[in-house]
């Protein structure tokens, strides 16, 4: 991979993880605990907003997740690692790596074939 490339990548990398941080962070209200008070909200009221925050933080583990990834895409990149598949150390196809940059592995091993 030429260092243009790894440059292009490691920005992409940077803005995915800033613009999963920013969600993070504008979405913290709608993780909050839902309040026990049924004289201003009904129980059924309460039951929709505890499956909304259910949903959000289903939501908020997923960004961390990709956030690691990310991260680690970019350990792999300084450690001279990136694009190269991590169970049979064949180079990741561009096309994947474009679509996703975090991905660790080539077409053929997230088959399972």
Same mark, same amino acid.
């Given at each position: ?17 800033a ?8 979405? /913290? ?10 004289? /201003? ?7 929709? #907003? ?9 939501? /908020? ?8 990834? #990310?991260?680690?895409a ?40």
């Amino acid at each position: 991979m030429t260092n243009a490339e790894q440059t292009k990548f490691t920005k992409r990398l940077h803005s995915l993880i800033a613009e999963l941080e920013l969600a993070e962070t504008n979405t /913290s209200d709608n993780r909050a605990p839902v309040e026990l008070d049924q004289t /201003s909200v009904g129980r059924l009221s309460r039951m929709d #907003a505890m499956q909304q925050q259910a949903m959000a933080n289903a939501t /908020s583990q997923r960004r961390k997740a990709n956030i690691t990834m #990310a991260k680690a895409a970019l350990q792999r990149i300084t450690d001279g690692e990136f694009g190269y598949c991590i169970e049979c150390g064949d180079d990741i196809a561009e096309k994947r790596l474009n679509h996703n940059p975090a991905v660790t592995t080539c077409i053929t091993c997230a088959r399972g074939q």
